[in-house]
């Protein structure tokens, strides 16, 4: 889950570059279309090779933990009462991070057909399939950080060029 949020600058960087390239209307998300219970079986399948759940297996008890947190911080009085609180709401809502996977697997049945669906997980069985598995998650990791270099050093050439615009203008910044 950290690398998943240490990622997410640079993930909200290349999703802001892809919509800067997609017409306005593109950017407006439709209503899913219906799925069928073949669609959603095999989006899970895919899903389940991807080993998707690792990325928000732990997503009660950190909303639990979080909300306490925020909590504490107006009712430092209440500490006690508030850890015991979360054990107890965190036991009361354990599982409900399947949730998660259930519409991610809707997502994916309303982006595919339910055949294209089967033929992916088709594919991840695949040598070539298991080593897309087996090694994307790197080859994100390794772009991730690239695109993080890549900002860093193109933001300093940006502020060059605001700066020299601006001596031009006879103020220095």
């Known amino acids: 889950m950290k690398m998943v949020f240490r990622m997410l600058p640079a993930a909200s960087l290349l999703l802001v570059l892809a919509l800067m390239g997609l017409p306005a209307g593109a950017q407006q998300p439709t209503?899913?279309?219906?799925?069928?219970?073949?669609?959603?079986?095999?989006?899970?399948?895919?899903?389940?090779?991807?080993?998707?759940?690792?990325?928000?297996?732990?997503?009660?008890?950190?909303?639990v933990q979080r909300t306490k947190d925020t909590l504490?911080?107006?009712?430092?009085?209440?500490?006690?009462?508030?850890?015991?609180?979360?054990?107890?709401?965190?036991?009361?809502?354990?599982?409900?991070?399947?949730?998660?996977?259930?519409?991610?697997?809707q997502?994916?049945?309303?982006?595919?057909?339910?055949?294209?669906?089967?033929?992916?997980?088709?594919?991840?069985?695949?040598?070539?399939?298991?080593?897309?598995?087996?090694?994307?998650?790197?080859?994100?990791q390794l772009s991730m950080n690239y695109m993080n270099q890549w900002a860093q050093h193109f933001a300093g050439i940006v502020n060059g060029e605001f700066r020299a615009e601006m001596r031009k203008r006879g103020k220095q910044i």
């Open 72 to 105: 504490l911080q107006t009712n430092l009085n209440y500490q006690k009462d508030l850890d015991e609180v979360a054990v107890i709401v965190a036991k009361k809502l354990a599982g409900r991070e399947n949730e998660i996977g259930d519409g991610m697997a």
């Open 107 to 140: 997502i994916y049945a309303a982006e595919f057909t339910e055949q294209e669906l089967k033929d992916l997980v088709t594919f991840y069985k695949s040598p070539l399939g298991q080593k897309l598995l087996t090694n994307e998650p790197r080859a994100i």
């Open 31 to 63: 209503a899913p279309k219906p799925a069928t219970p073949g669609a959603i079986a095999a989006a899970k399948e895919i899903l389940a090779l991807k080993h998707a759940s690792a990325m928000y297996a732990n997503a009660v008890p950190n909303i």
